[in-house]
């Protein structure tokens, strides 16, 4: 039972341009959210988080936004660059005091064509 | 400062071996997570511990599978015996709990398991 969704397995955006990845939950408990990037080869790094008291994040070209009532967020990349090319993996957190799971989603292989 | 370390970052064995993954910490973190990343069920928590007490292992698949944490700088995840279907990329995450925590897991470079 997948409780955080990445339904776009790939992505491909041109450079320079909007690059929107999606990620959709079904735990309703889930109260903090994340986006990690990945390399080959590498780990999974930290990118940005929200919480649920928010609707939207924003750290310099990215955005997440979050729509708690539709259980969707979203990943704004602008300007999209060559080296935004990763996976990108969704995560989410329900608030149990001392329960510090991560459950991730499937990832999404963005690709930034030049 | 040094990252999560694992070893080996690859390792090739044949069903019914036993396997042994390598984890140390960031040295100050108090949490370590044990994740299998597979093409179909993405990455996927195993196993965690605080304080090297495992706190939750219900994403630990069998019997075969099992973890350690004997201290703060090093933990074991051990297959045995091996099967094909374990072949993935095992990453260890560590972080420094602070009260609710934020989540921000900071992963080794991961272990590619082959099982032949």
């Known amino acids: 039972d997948q409780q955080v969704k990445q339904n776009s397995p790939s992505l491909s955006v041109q450079e320079g341009r909007i690059s929107i990845l999606n990620c959709d939950y079904t735990?309703?408990?889930?109260?903090?959210f994340l986006w990690y990037k990945k390399y080959p080869a590498e780990g999974p790094t930290f990118l940005i988080s929200i919480s649920s008291i928010k609707d939207k994040n924003e750290d310099g070209r990215f955005t997440v936004f979050l729509n708690k009532s539709a259980k969707h967020l979203s990943l704004h990349i602008v300007p999209s660059q060559p080296g935004d090319s990763a996976v990108y993996f969704c995560?989410?957190?329900?608030?149990?005091?001392?329960?510090?799971?991560?459950?991730f989603g499937t990832g999404t292989r963005l690709t930034i064509i030049p | 400062d040094a990252g999560v370390i694992q070893s080996p970052r690859h390792e090739v064995t044949e069903m019914g071996q036993e396997v042994t993954l390598r984890c140390k910490p960031i040295s100050g973190h108090n949490s370590l997570f044990w994740y299998r990343q597979t093409m179909m069920r993405g990455l996927e928590l195993l196993i965690y511990f605080n304080n090297n007490v495992p706190i939750d292992d219900s994403g630990m698949p069998e019997d075969r599978f099992s973890a350690k944490m004997p201290n703060a700088s090093f933990s074991t995840l051990k297959i045995q015996p091996s099967e094909p279907r374990d072949s993935a990329v095992y990453f260890c995450?560590?972080?420094?709990?602070?009260?609710?925590?934020?989540?921000?897991?900071?992963f080794g470079e991961g272990s590619r398991l082959t099982v032949l």
């Open positions: 735990n309703s408990m889930f109260d903090y």
């Open positions: 995560a989410a957190s329900a608030p149990d005091i001392g329960n510090e799971k991560l459950t």
């Open positions: 995450a560590s972080s420094r709990r602070t009260g609710r925590g934020t989540g921000e897991l900071f």
